[in-house]
């Protein structure tokens, strides 16, 4: 079983608006990390917010927040007010443990493109 | 947030030949980990870097097809040997800090073999 789910290959959305980006994990480890990337057409890896199984609230990061549902098991990356630079592919990873030894799961990612 | 530097950013290989890919951070780390991002797919974990130790290599990776360094808390270096076209790729660095649990990556390193 896949251990990161993103079902949505693409996402549209238009400048100023708000926008989620699924992620659901699989895991039976109590204790975990999960993260969210973006990875503009570059290449690079940019971390943008973190959420640990433990955390009681939910992260936010400047225009990022994690909604997450740990009942669910969901971690939804929600951007509000996009922007053209918000375009780019997004990946949802999970980090199992609290080892330092433990490394990221990645999910397939999304593409999100903002329009004007 | 790190400062991770990889070089080269790009490259085109003969294919047959080796690349080594470098990897800097601004810091000193403990755990630092080696991906591939082949064309249109996700992050494959190749290996965990270990300084002072072979590198902890993931299943389907290999060391003589990876060969890994590690001789500080700084510094790692990863070399694609007898390179085919299905190995260009994306290749790319992370990091764990050991102040917190955040992961972060080098800017990539794209790869294209002909």
């Known amino acids: 079983a896949q251990k990161i789910t993103q079902t949505q290959p693409g996402m549209f959305v238009q400048e100023k608006e708000a926008v989620t980006l699924d992620c659901t994990y699989d895991t039976s480890d109590p204790s975990y990390g999960l993260f969210w990337y973006k990875q503009p057409s570059s290449g690079e890896m940019i971390f943008l917010i973190y959420q640990g199984s433990y955390d009681q609230q939910n992260a936010t990061e400047g225009r990022y927040s994690l909604n997450f549902q740990k009942a669910r098991k969901s971690a939804n990356l929600v951007i509000s007010a996009s922007q053209l630079g918000d375009s780019a592919m997004y990946f949802c990873?999970?980090?199992?443990?609290?080892?330092?030894?433990?490394?990221?799961?990645f999910g397939k990612g999304t593409m999100l493109l903002v329009s004007p | 947030s790190a400062v991770i530097s990889q070089k080269p950013s790009r490259d085109i290989c003969q294919r047959g030949t080796s690349l080594t890919i470098q990897c800097q951070v601004d810091s000193q780390v403990t755990m630092m980990f080696w991906y591939r991002q082949q064309p249109g797919q996700s992050l494959t974990l190749i290996a965990t870097a270990n300084q002072g130790s072979e590198a902890t290599y993931e299943s389907g990776f290999v060391i003589d097809k990876f060969p890994i360094s590690r001789p500080n808390l700084t510094f790692s270096t990863l070399t694609v040997s007898n390179m085919s076209p299905e190995d260009s790729s994306i290749y790319l660095c992370?990091?764990?800090?050991?102040?917190?649990?955040?992961?972060?990556f080098g800017e990539g390193s794209w790869l294209t073999v002909v």
């Open positions: 992370s990091v764990l800090y050991p102040s917190g649990n955040t992961i972060y």
């Open positions: 990873a999970m980090r199992e443990g609290n080892s330092g030894y433990s490394t990221l799961t």
